[in-house]
C-alpha cells in the first residue's frame, strides 16, 4: 500500500448520474428486492441495525466530494453508524503550511455524520504519507514539537467529536521494524508514545489506536506491533485500540484473523477493522464475486467473535468511488454495491453474518461459524507426549519454568485466558505447558502457542518464535475457551 505522499484527492469519481429514484427509500427498496434476503423476520434490513443489535458498528469512508453524490451518501446513512473520513483529517489536509490550519473540510464530513446518527472515527494524526513536505524540512530536533502541537490542535479541535483517533497510522514495515519517518528519525520508537500522550492530553475521551495494514493475520508485522502494544501498555501509554486496515485481495483473507484479534484483545486492547475492501482482478467474474461475499462474511464473523472487536468499516460506499484503481491498476469492484449501488454477494454474505446470532459481544464464541477448525491457525503436528510435568510448578526451578492461567474475561458459556510462561533462574529454549480442565471446558481458539492433547488434557508447546526466554524473563500465550471459566494449576516443561 502505497498512497500517494502529496495532498491531492485520487479518490476515483465516476459518478453515475442518478436522478431523485436514488433517495433513501428507493436504495432500501433495490437492497431488499435485488437480494430476496432469505433472514427471518425479526433480522434486521440494514448493516448498522443488525451491527447494533451485535453491540458492533459498521462504518464507512467517505471524502468531501463524496458528500456530493446524492445516491452515494443516501446509501451510507442507510446503512452505516460509523464514518471516517478518507482524506480530510490527515496532516496535509489540516496543516499545510507550519502553524496553520484548516478544518473545514473534516468539519463538514463530521456534520454529516453528526445530522444522520453516525459516529466518526478520526483519521489520522501522525502518518509518513499524505504528510506535506515542510514537515520533512523541520530540524530533527524540532521534530517532536511539531508533532504535538499538530495533534494537540487537531485532536482538541474534535474533542468530543470523535469516537477514536487513529493517532499513529502504518508505523511498521513488512518485517515488523518500524518505519524510518521523520517521526522515527527524531525520536526513535519514543514517537509513538509520545504521541498517544498528546492525543490523550487533548481528548481524553476519545479510543486511541495504532492502525496499519498487512498485520491483519499473525505474522513478523503483527508479531512487531504486538511486542510494542504489550510494551506501551506495561509502561502505562493511553493506547485503547487496534485498526486492522483489512485491504485484502479476494480469497486472501488470513485464517489467523481472529486468532490476531484475540491476541490484541487479551492484552485488553480494543481491536476493529478499519478500512475494509476485497480487491479482484478485473474484470471481476461471478465466483470471484461468490468469494468475495465468503470473504466478506468471514471478516464480519471474525469480528463478532471477537468480545472486543467494536466494529467493521469499509473503505468507501460503492465500487464506483474507491481508491483501489487508482492504487491498484487492473484491480477494483472491492465494495458491498457495484458501481450502480446495487448490492452485491458481499453485501449479503456481512448482513446475513450479523444477523446470524442475536446475541450481545458477550455471546459463546462457539456460536460464530468462524470458530470452526477449518477456520482457525494452523497448527503443527502434536507436541511430545512425554515430557514430564516439573514437581514444582509454580515455583521457579533453576533451567526450568513455570506456568501461570489468568482469565482475562468471561461470558456466558466462555471466557479468554492469558498463561504467562516465566523462565527460572536460566534461559529456557523451549517450553511445554499442560494443565487438565476440571470441568468439560474447551479451547475455541489459541495464539502464540502450538496446542494439543485430548479430553480434559491440555497441552500447549511453544511457536517458533517465542520459545527461547531469558532467565527470569516471561512470555505469554493465550486463548479463548467454552465452559465455565476456570484457573487450573499449570505445569511448565523445558527440555
Ligand atoms: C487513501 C484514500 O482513500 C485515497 O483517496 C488517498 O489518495 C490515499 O489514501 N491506508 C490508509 C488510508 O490509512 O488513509 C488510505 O486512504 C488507504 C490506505
Redesign the pocket.
Known amino acids: ?1 502505497k ?2 505522499s502529496t495532498g491531492t ?3 476515483r469519481s465516476r459518478t453515475r448520474a442518478r436522478g431523485p429514484a436514488t433517495a433513501l427509500a428507493a436504495v432500501a427498496a433495490a437492497t431488499a428486492v435485488a437480494l430476496n434476503l432469505a433472514i427471518p423476520a425479526q433480522a434486521a434490513s440494514t448493516l448498522k441495525a443488525a451491527a447494533e443489535a451485535r453491540g458492533r458498528y459498521f462504518g464507512t ?1 467517505l ?1 468531501r466530494g463524496d458528500l456530493g453524490i446524492s445516491a452515494e451518501v443516501n446509501l451510507a446513512a442507510a446503512q452505516f453508524d460509523m464514518v471516517t473520513p ?2 480530510e483529517m490527515k496532516w496535509d489536509a489540516t496543516e499545510p503550511s507550519k502553524g496553520s490550519f484548516n478544518f473545514g473540510s473534516g468539519d463538514q464530513i463530521v456534520s454529516f455524520a453528526q445530522s444522520h446518527g453516525m459516529r466518526v472515527r478520526g ?2 494524526l501522525v502518518w509518513h504519507a ?1 504528510l506535506p513536505a515542510w514537515v520533512g524540512g523541520v530540524p530533527l530536533n524540532q521534530v517532536q514539537g511539531v508533532m504535538e502541537n499538530h495533534i494537540t490542535t487537531e485532536a482538541t479541535h474534535y474533542r468530543g467529536k470523535v469516537y477514536a483517533w487513529d493517532v499513529v ?2 508505523p511498521y514495515n513488512e518485517d515488523g521494524t518500524l518505519r524510518q519517518d521523520v517521526f522515527y528519525k527524531a525520536m526513535g520508537s519514543g514517537y509513538i508514545a509520545a504521541a498517544l500522550r498528546a492525543a490523550h492530553a487533548a481528548d481524553p475521551n476519545a479510543k486511541l489506536y495504532i ?1 496499519d ?1 498487512n498485520i491483519e493475520g499473525i505474522n513478523a508485522k503483527s508479531n512487531g506491533l504486538y511486542s510494542l502494544a504489550q510494551s506501551l501498555l506495561a509502561q502505562g501509554v493511553p493506547l485503547h485500540g487496534i485498526g486492522l ?1 483489512s ?1 485484502f485481495i479476494v480469497g486472501q483473507v488470513p485464517s489467523s484473523l481472529q486468532a490476531n484479534m484475540e491476541r490484541f484483545a487479551a492484552l485488553g486492547l480494543d481491536v476493529a477493522i478499519t ?1 475494509l475492501d476485497d480487491r479482484i482482478q478485473m474484470p471481476a467474474d461471478s465466483s470471484e464475486l461468490q468469494q468475495q461475499g465468503t470473504d466478506y462474511g468471514r471478516v464480519v464473523n471474525a469480528c463478532l467473535a471477537v468480545p472486543r472487536c467494536v466494529g467493521v468499516s469499509q ?1 468507501g460506499v460503492d465500487d464506483g468511488h474507491t ?1 483501489i484503481p487508482g492504487t491498484f491498476p487492473g484491480y477494483g469492484a472491492p465494495m458491498m454495491w457495484d458501481s450502480s449501488y446495487q448490492p452485491k454477494a458481499a453485501y449479503q454474505a456481512a448482513l446475513s453474518a450479523l444477523n446470524s446470532g442475536t446475541s450481545s459481544p458477550s455471546q459463546s464464541p462457539s456460536q460464530s461459524p468462524s470458530q470452526s477448525p477449518s477456520q482457525s491457525p494452523s497448527r503443527s503436528p502434536s507436541a511430545s507426549p512425554s515430557s514430564s510435568p516439573s514437581s514444582s510448578p509454580s515455583s521457579p526451578v533453576p533451567g526450568a519454568c513455570s506456568a501461570t492461567i489468568k482469565t482475562i474475561n468471561s461470558w456466558g458459556g466462555g471466557f479468554q485466558s492469558e498463561v504467562t510462561v516465566r523462565a527460572g533462574s536460566s534461559a529456557v529454549n523451549g517450553w511445554t505447558v499442560k494443565w487438565a480442565w476440571p470441568g468439560g471446558q474447551t479451547i475455541s481458539s489459541l495464539w502464540n502457542g502450538v496446542s494439543s492433547g485430548s479430553g480434559s488434557s491440555v497441552t500447549v508447546r511453544n511457536e517458533s518464535y517465542n520459545g527461547s526466554i531469558a532467565a527470569g524473563g516471561s512470555t505469554t500465550f493465550g486463548f479463548t475457551a467454552n465452559g465455565t471459566a476456570a484457573t487450573p494449576t499449570a505445569t511448565c516443561t523445558s527440555p
Open positions: 500500500m498512497p500517494p484527492e485520487r479518490h469512508a471524502t478518507g482524506n483519521h489520522n499524505q497510522n502504518e492502525n495494514y486496515e485491504h478500512e473503505w481508491w
